[in-house]
């Protein structure tokens, strides 16, 4: 899935750690690497069981949960003892870590403690054993027998549910699925017949499986040696979206049976499941289409079925439609034959062997280009109207389509794949296998209103989603703690297909920009390992955060540098073949890796340090001579005090590159592998100046010794393209963010930033004007206007002249372009020079040619920007927003029309894109980013969610991206006492689940780094500028 449509991070957020129902997390053996500090005991996190309702009763061996309570109990209490003795580690000298990082011999007071700590933990683990074995249960403690008591959960109808975890059991297997489907457009319900063939791997006399919202009106079974299919008991437990289905006899071992069931529900109005879509066609007529969107827990609000991404079944899906509509599903279309008075049902090809969440299908009137490759039928589809707008895609999906097959030497193994833009959806778009469905900006592209940002964007979504058809489709992650595998992976591999296949695109340097962003993110204390154990249906939806995304995709990057791109290409193509039509944990993909390393490298060993640990390191380098001291730690924009040190039991094992003045070329990074604490690196020769992490393609922060950073900054100065252009944003990058942690100052960052005048590329540009921005924000928000105009003034100063060099045109080559585009918004948005003067005019003139005067789509949204600061302006703006058939052009109106000052303008947006007629629901997000974004919109977009939060939360899920980001947007810019205590007790007083919403922790967090950033810095920000 691709969450990020438009400004592809808004900084989202991510989950809680919970291993109350579930398997073990995926933990490093911390006998065997006890330098290794995999998950911080104090994270896990345990689901409240009072709220739930337990029966009491005695029978089948397939559940004992009072012996899941005592083990959860124990593990409880262990990792508390873990935790405490983690405490003792760091405070006395416990496992204490030699400054090189080897684990010293324990001394005689280690020992000493050593053993008050094993007696302890024998004490506690003895009064584990001698409690009774009740504890989370309601009725407190009772005296029992020795016989394992169990409790079940209640069904709907009184009787005990007969299974009591989040996740499946495995000893029924789903084989196949057919599935017949009747959609009604005209009453948006729809009626469902499936027939699931199980395999029976242990006796049992239930099936439990997954339904949601389903009204299930009969189910039967039937098996080779039954003479008939026999009705079966259906017991339904909707607090987890489970059935049971009650067998009339004990299913036995090997044996395949039939479930059939027929239900009906409603088409959903969310974006979740078979939802439906209202739009208007090119007569202006209202009319409905249904659609899916399945990740990653909505397959079973359509049909019942093994939801669970390990659970791979064949598919053979039948809908019956109205004679005028259209279907498309996964396979192609095979037959289509009357049922009924202009009814029609349509039957595609049994799909391969793959997980639910990837099943799609669409009813509606749609119209396609297509083109032949490689005996694959790639088509494009899109309303009629907007029928020329898809070419880019069509050209784009083939070329793609045809370097993966390359790249990883397997063919794509349907015979067609169909692009489909959804007028409403939610994410940017979702890769079912053979039928991939987007929004309208990220696949439809249109030469008048595209800008150069959005020909990059259409792109790497289809290079996103066609990675997909391998990672994740042909190989799928086992459950959603390794979401990272999916989407890490589709990411990166973005990424490289566009470096091949489009290299005017630039992308490097837009990877880049979403490393910076993402670390931002991960060095909070709420972050997360990207390898987590998840449970709950928020938490898997928190997973889809940017620390899968952009992390995974990162730390691929760090090792395909490392162990150079043919082995990583041989080692992932290893991974694909091993694994085809399989499901894998991250172990799998190191494992395939650690075959083509053959020894020389142990990749898994070195990985896990990244997977399983959340963060990452700071390396301090010190320079002598021709020795490099290089020395690792946590990088943690912590509130605590100053002399507060972080948690020293983090090590990772860093493949480091740095560069000196010595290198002729870039070609000559060194690479160095620093796996202990600490390390000394000698040079060949004396160097002028050395620069770690080349081109950052490492996830880590680099912080120098006083003069090393003198150095650089001067060279900056002097020669600035003796250093790459990532090189250049990267050391913006770095600095500013030693700044948010007290290690440097900020008037070293601002003297850094001054070479800016030297300065002709967009990614260290934009980095600084990011950085710059962060700081406007705040010292705006607090009222102090002054200052703000005083970094502004500081911009100006270092950018003007290139500001007025801009010309108001689409010319130039892509990278000029997108420069033209930043540049151009922020002078606008800051009436620097003549930019705003300029952009009313071209308003004017476009405003007076009733819109038919083409504008630079470059500039076209600082155009529409200035253009909708009047009354007339923003009302003609709106009336052609309501007319436009281009998405690209409509979005840059809507971020013009919620730029506007007019605070009941701003709140009339927020609450019409709510209700989802005039401007749809999945702008919703973005408009309340860009309303908080202004002065006078920030308090009211936080308002806003307060205000309509039980809204936002039905319509887009709980831990969805969008409510991931419309948390941060509304809160990231609030720097006071007062707004943390607003922020915190207005989610403390909606629920637990809501409060420990990773997006809310790290909401609270993000305020209390801002409060610190201004006690520590806002005194030299006045003196200095
Ligand atoms: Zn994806």
């Known amino acids: 899935m691709e969450p990020f449509p438009h400004d592809r991070i808004q900084l989202p957020r991510n989950m809680i750690e919970n291993s109350m129902f579930e398997e073990e997390p995926d933990v490093v053996d911390l006998a065997k690497e006890p330098c290794l500090h995999p998950l911080e005991p104090d994270e896990v996190e345990y689901e409240p069981r009072s709220s739930r309702l337990l029966v009491r009763g005695l029978g089948e061996n397939e559940m004992d949960e009072d012996e899941e309570d005592y083990e959860s109990s124990a593990k409880l209490l262990g990792m508390s003892f873990m935790n405490r003795s983690t405490g003792l580690r ?20 280690t020992m000493v403690v050593c053993a008050v700590v094993l007696l302890i933990a024998v004490s506690v683990i003895m009064v584990i054993y001698l409690l009774p074995k009740c504890t ?29 975890k989040n996740r499946l059991p495995s000893n029924v297997v789903p ?8 959609p009604n457009l005209t009453t948006t319900k729809f009626a ?16 439990i499986l997954h339904s949601s919202g389903l009204n299930i009106t009969k189910a039967t079974l039937t098996s080779a040696g039954w003479n008939q299919a026999k009705p079966v008991e259906v017991l339904e437990y909707p607090v987890r979206d489970q059935i049971a289905v009650v067998a009339p006899d004990a299913l036995l071992v090997g044996q395949n049976y039939t479930l059939s069931i027929d239900y009906s529900s409603n088409l959903s109005d969310t974006y979740y499941g078979f939802y439906k879509v209202s739009y208007k066609d090119e007569h202006a007529k209202k009319r409905w289409l249904a659609a899916t969107q399945f990740e990653p827990l909505a397959a079973r609000s359509a049909f019942p079925c093994f939801d669970e991404p390990a659970f791979k079944a064949t598919f053979l899906i039948k809908i019956k439609r109205d004679e005028q509509h259209s279907t498309l599903s996964n396979m192609p279309k095979i037959v289509t034959i009357p049922v009924a008075a202009g009814i029609v049902q349509d039957e595609f090809s049994v799909s391969l062997k793959m997980s639910t969440y990837l099943v799609a299908f669409i009813v509606a009137n749609l119209k396609n280009i297509s083109k032949e490759t490689n005996r694959t039928l790639v088509s494009i589809y899109a309303m009629p109207q907007k029928l020329g707008q898809v070419e880019h895609a069509l050209d784009t999906a083939v070329k793609l389509l045809e370097f993966y097959q390359k790249y990883f030497h397997i063919e794509y193994p349907l015979q067609k794949l169909d692009l489909v ?96 962003k993402t670390m931002m993110k991960d060095s909070l204390n709420a972050s997360r390992p990207i390898s987590s154990a998840v449970q709950s249906s928020e938490q898997i939806e928190e997973m889809f955060d940017t620390l899968s995304y952009i992390k995974g995709a990162s730390l691929l990057l760090m090792l395909k540098k490392y162990i150079k791109h043919d082995s990583f290409q041989a080692g992932i193509e290893n991974y694909l073949h091993n694994h085809s039509y399989g499901s894998t944990r991250s172990d799998d993909l190191w494992d395939s890796m650690n075959e083509i390393t053959n020894g020389t490298l142990d990749v898994k060993k070195l990985m896990k340090t990244w997977i399983l640990q959340k963060g990452f390191p700071l390396v301090t380098v010190k320079r002598k001579g021709k020795s490099l001291y290089v020395q690792q730690e946590r990088f943690l924009r912590s509130v605590e005090s100053e002399n507060w040190t972080s948690d020293a039991s983090y090590l990772w094992h860093i493949p480091l590159s740095y560069t000196t003045s010595s290198c002729s070329s870039f070609l000559c990074p060194y690479a160095y592998l620093l796996d202990q604490k600490s390390a000394t690196i000698e040079l060949q020769e004396e160097v002028k100046w050395v620069k770690f992490n080349v081109d950052m393609n490492g996830y880590y922060i680099v912080h120098y010794a006083e003069d090393d950073w003198n150095t650089l900054i001067n060279l900056l100065r002097t020669d600035p393209i003796a250093l790459s252009t990532k090189d250049r944003a990267h050391l913006i990058n770095n600095i500013f963010s030693l700044v948010g942690i007290g290690k440097v100052s900020l008037l070293k960052a601002f003297h850094l930033l001054d070479y800016l005048e030297k300065e002709n590329h967009t990614a260290p540009i934009s980095q600084a004007l990011f950085q710059l921005s962060l700081i406007y924000d705040l010292v705006e928000k607090r009222g102090m206007q002054n200052l703000a105009a005083r970094v502004v003034d500081r911009v100006k100063k270092l950018l003007g002249s290139k500001i007025d060099q801009q010309t108001w045109t689409d010319n130039g080559t892509l990278s000029e372009r997108e420069f033209r585009s930043t540049v151009l918004a922020f002078a606008c948005s800051h009436h620097l020079g003549n930019c705003s003067t300029t952009a009313t005019e071209l308003f004017k003139e476009w405003k007076a040619s009733n819109g038919t005067k083409s504008l630079p789509t470059d500039v076209m949204k600082t155009v529409f920007t200035a253009g909708a600061k009047t009354d007339d302006g923003w009302e003609f703006l709106l009336s052609m927003y309501t007319s436009s058939v281009s998405e690209a052009e409509k979005h840059k109106m809507l971020e013009a029309l919620a730029s506007t000052e007019d605070v009941r303008k701003l709140m009339w947006l927020m609450q019409t894109s709510l209700e989802g007629d005039l401007i749809r629901a999945q702008e919703l997000s973005h408009i309340i980013a860009t309303v908080s974004q202004s002065l006078p919109g920030h308090l009211l977009g936080w308002d806003f969610v307060k205000e309509n939060w039980e809204k936002l939360i039905r319509k887009f899920h709980l831990g969805s991206f969008a409510i991931q980001n419309i948390v941060t947007v509304s809160t990231f810019q609030f720097s006071t006492e007062a707004h943390l205590l607003e922020v915190k007790t207005f989610f403390e007083s909606k629920s637990e689940k809501i409060s420990q919403l990773r997006c809310v922790k790290e909401a609270i967090e993000t305020i209390q780094l801002n409060i610190k950033w201004m006690e520590r810095n806002l005194a030299a920000l006045q003196q200095w500028l």
């Not at 196949?176 to 009747?182: A, E, G, T």
């Not at 990220?442 to 989603?465: C, F, G, N, R």
Request: proline content about 3%; charged content about 20%; hydrophobic content about 40%.
């Open 421 to 516: 833009a959804i007028p409403d959806f939610q994410a940017g778009a979702m890769e079912n296998w053979g039928l991939i469905t987007f929004r309208e900006t990220t696949l439809l592209y249109d030469d008048k209103t595209s800008s150069a940002m959005d020909k990059k964007l259409v792109t790497a979504v289809i290079a996103h989603e066609l990675a997909h058809q391998w990672f994740g489709n042909l190989v799928t992650m086992e459950w959603w703690n390794d979401l990272w595998l999916n989407e890490g992976f589709a990411t990166f591999m973005e990424y490289i297909a566009m470096e091949r296949t489009f290299p005017e695109l630039q992308t490097d340097e837009e990877f880049l920009k979403l490393r910076f």
């Open 136 to 164: 989370f249960t309601k009725e407190g403690c009772h005296k029992k027998n020795h016989t394992m008591e169990l409790i079940y959960p209640l069904a709907t109808n009184g009787k005990r549910f007969p299974w009591a």
């Open 90 to 109: 760091s405070n006395a000298s416990g496992y204490s870590q030699s400054s090189d990082g080897s684990c010293s011999v324990p001394s005689l007071r």
């Open 192 to 207: 469902g017949s499936v027939q699931i063939t199980v395999n029976v791997i242990q006796v049992t006399w239930n099936i």
């Open 175 to 182: 084989l196949h699925y057919d599935l017949i489907l009747q």
